[in-house]
T-cell receptor, first 115, second 113 residues
Framework: GAGVSQSPRYKVAKRGQDVALRCDPISGHVSLFWYQQALGQGPEFLTYFQNEAQLDKSGLPSDRFFAERPEGSVSTLKIQRTQQEDSAVYLC?????????????FGSGTRLTVV | LAKTTQPISMDSYEGQEVNITCSHNNIATNDYITWYQQFPSQGPRFIIQGYKTKVTNEVASLFIPADRKSSTLSLPRVSLSDTAVYYCLVGDIFSGGYNKLIFGAGTRLAVHP
């Protein structure tokens, strides 16, 4: 596609529910990142994939967060047993290669609200 | 990772030039300076990147003094549509095959009619 697509755009979950957020990166992009953005704050790194390999998951806040990219294209961020503090916008970004000399392309994000 | 400091907010009027300065006193030799723009309900968008001196593209200019401890993003003749949050990032863009962008809180620019 022309850009990074994320779905759903909005998700309301009851506390304790599991959610799955999808990211469709730009076709051919090797690198894929997930970020979490709280209201009024800058995005914070969660995890990084190079093709299907998850090379860095140092930003995942707890073991309730899990990300996968099994075929090296579409990625899913899963949050188990959601808590109110998980409410945020989840952003996905991709790039042709790992280097950012031409910048990363971000999707519009999924706004998760846990009630 | 070099830390950046930028104003929390700025106000301007249509047609004016806006300069946003970012401080990065601990910038390393291999670090580049990158600016992103973020509109409400959208992800950040790459604006410009540089290493030293001046870089210009169709959107903005980036001025970097010789000591590289600061940088200034210059937006010529802003319009209402330039109202957004602007992030300054510093990092080695070629390190380890990837670079996890480290965002601060950014500068909220409000352009008024």
């Amino acid at each position: 596609g022309a850009g990074v697509s994320q779905s759903p755009r909005y998700k309301v979950a009851k506390r304790g529910q599991d959610v799955a957020l999808r990211c469709d990166p730009i076709s051919g992009h090797v690198s894929l990142f997930w970020y979490q953005q709280a209201l009024g704050q800058g995005p914070e790194f969660l995890t990084y994939f190079q093709n299907e390999a998850q090379l860095d998951k140092s930003g995942l806040p707890s073991d309730r967060f899990f990300a996968e990219r099994p075929e090296g294209s579409v990625s899913t961020l899963k949050i188990q047993r959601t808590q109110q503090e998980d409410s945020a916008v989840y952003l996905c970004a991709s790039s042709l290669a790992g280097t950012q000399d031409i910048g990363y392309t971000f999707g519009s994000g999924t706004r998760l609200t846990v009630v | 990772l070099a830390k950046t400091t930028q104003p929390i907010s700025m106000d301007s009027y249509e047609g004016q030039e806006v300069n946003i300065t970012c401080s990065h006193n601990n910038i390393a030799t291999n670090d580049y300076i990158t600016w992103y723009q973020q509109f409400p309900s959208q992800g950040p968008r790459f604006i410009i990147q540089g290493y030293k001196t001046k870089v210009t593209n169709e959107v903005a200019s980036l001025f970097i003094p010789a000591d590289r401890k600061s940088s200034t993003l210059s937006l010529p003749r802003v319009s209402l549509s330039d109202t957004a949050v602007y992030y300054c990032l510093v990092g080695d863009i070629f390190s380890g095959g990837y670079n996890k962008l480290i965002f601060g809180a950014g500068t909220r620019l409000a352009v008024h009619p």
